[in-house]
């Protein structure tokens, strides 16, 4: 494989610092344009391995407020390119009422080994 | 007529940690009146993470942080009353305000806190041209119709304005299956947060659109397009440089106001740089016993400062109750002045005995600025400087005065916070 380049924002700090990353080969050899070692450490891991947290919501029956949907989120972070996976694995889901802060909600969604878990209480 | 020491107007996250800390420092009979049908306020359809790494060193979605607050409110029985509407508060802190179990009802209070948070700039304030279908919503509308009613409110969306809300709802209708053809922002830089440029555009490929505004809407039941243009220095569209974009969904994201009506009305001063009422260093208003924290004093970026804010004003609430109430002021009012960059100051004026460990004065500057110093003043002699390699309006400022350099200075006349060359 060869030589290329990856132009990101560091989100360190309000800076905002525009960072290129060269690559050879899938391995990071240069980082340009970050102020601090933060840019740098960053830089690394969003071009090698970016992940993020999902958060999204799920139906609920028999909420006694009424209410249709119950927030969520991933316990953990995954990998930025199955956010999508993780979104479409929760529509086929409906949880039943009561459900608690930290109640699993799709065990290993998606397959990413993370489970996601219910970030409010619905009575 | 009921009486309480501290009555709270809103339960969203200033009104919590104001009322906890107020109950921490002593004061008893605190009673929270929310608007809402549950505590907490914005945060309940604020689901995404990146709550509370200050407070509580951990990343948390809103209804969490909420959740944590409430249930310190709970433990410690504070008093409050939902689906409660505020309609009055009298100089003298009378409160009058209306539910369905109590119907109409007045409170005398010792002491006020004012934590009603903020609004929307609204379509009508903003100018936009065209007609008026259906399809404009302000972003937190559209926040609160996905994350808790369950609804999307539209298939192909712009969005004007680069404010956090924007920006998250870009992200969030993106998730759901909209999809988000642009977001437009009429200056040069963003309101938003640089991680939720990266997070909620970047990653989606979401084109930001800096300089940029809607000139038309176009639809007359529901929305079918919007046309942006390009602006030039004074923010006037440049002719030619018109896109258009066919859309059934326009979300404004384009500010945030204090909600004052109330403390208008009891005639509190203002501040036209905040929109939110003039506080010292107590956090307390023009009004003796009326306090205001959170984003009805000044809108804020993280919902860890206004905790933070929010249970200074508690504790100066319970203070004020443990000295009677006093109806005139006493004490000292230094000025804190401004030069350089800041647009106005929280708080605006310093009585040096009633600084506890430390005051936070917070910020905002007015434009972008790279590789300053704010400096601090007292009496002309410099006391204080941090660097900044860049400050922006979207990213409010704070500098900690310690009570030892009040301590130092006896005959303290006027603080200046200068932003200046590095």
Redesign the interface.
Known sequence: MAKQTQE????G????CPVTVTLEDGRVTAVAGN?CPRGEAYARKEVTNPT??????V?VAGAR?G???V?C?TRADVP?GR??DV?RALRAVTVCAPVR?GDVVLADAAGTGVDVVA???VD | MERYDIVIIGGGPAGLAAAVAACDAGAHGILILERDGQLGGILNQCIHNGFGLHTFQEELTGPEYAARFAEQVKQRGIEYRLGTMVLDITPGRTVTAMNRTDGLFEVQAGAVVLAMGCRERSRGALNIPGYRPAGVYSAGTAQRLVNCEGYLPGRRVVILGSGDIGLIMARRLTLEGAEVLAVAELMPYSGGLKRNIVQCLDDFGIPLKLSHTVVDIQGKQRLTGVTLAQVDEHNKPIPGTEEHYACDTLLLSCGLIPENELSRKMGVAIDPATNGPVVNESLETSIPGVFAAGNVLHVHDLVDYVSEEAAAAGRAAAAYVAAGCPVERSGRAVPIRTAGGPRYTVPRTVDPARVGKALTVRFRVGGVLKNKCVNVYFDGERVAGRRRPVMAPGEMEQVLLSKALFDAHPALQTIEIRVEEA
């Not at chain 1, 700090?13 to 905002?16: K, S, V």
């Not at chain 1, 993020?52 to 919501?57: E, F, G, K, Y």
Request: glycine share 4%.
């Open positions: 990101l924002t560091c989100i700090c309000p800076l905002g102020t993020r947290i999902v958060t999204t919501t139906r407020s209410a249709p949907t927030p989120k930025k956010m999508f979104v802060i970030t409010k209480d």
